[in-house]
Nanobody, 123 residues
Framework: QVQLVESGGGLVQPGGSLRLSCAAS????????MGWYRQTPGRQRELVAS???????SYGDFVKGRFTISRDNAKNTMYLQMNSLKPEDTGVYYC?????????????????WGQGTQVTVSS
């Protein structure tokens, strides 16, 4: 059973940047497809970005070139570089993984989540 721990959140002003990390343990990290998700106030948990085990990336429409997802298989870690942050990006950010990349699209496919990391964008 792979365990995931998110970190890197914090308070940042609009237009600022944060880099989130998702550290994995207990499994073969490189075989998994992974995603970043967020729960913002008043909205269901949604996919922010995903990266497959072969490195193919995709983003939610709201990202619009502001975020970059990456992974370092040697460190068993996935990252989310977030730039040009907006107040509406405020929320709790989570990571998750699956052997089936198609399951990443819908957060409802996952029954287990970590504690996430809080991102607050405010002046």
């Amino acid at each position: 059973q792979v365990q995931l721990v998110e970190s890197g959140g914090g308070l940042v002003q609009p237009g600022g940047s944060l880099r989130l990390s998702c550290a994995a343990s207990g499994g073969i990290f490189s075989i998994y497809n992974m995603g970043w998700y967020r729960q913002t106030p008043g909205r269901q948990r949604e996919l922010v970005a995903s990266i497959t085990n072969s490195g193919f990336v995709s983003y939610g429409d709201f990202v619009k070139g502001r975020f970059t997802i990456s992974r370092d298989n040697a460190k068993n870690t996935m990252y989310l570089q977030m730039n040009s942050l907006k107040p509406e990006d405020t929320g709790v950010y989570y990571c998750n993984l699956d052997s089936d990349a198609n399951r990443l699209w819908d957060a409802l496919n996952f029954g287990s989540w970590g504690q996430g990391t809080q991102v607050t964008v405010s002046s």
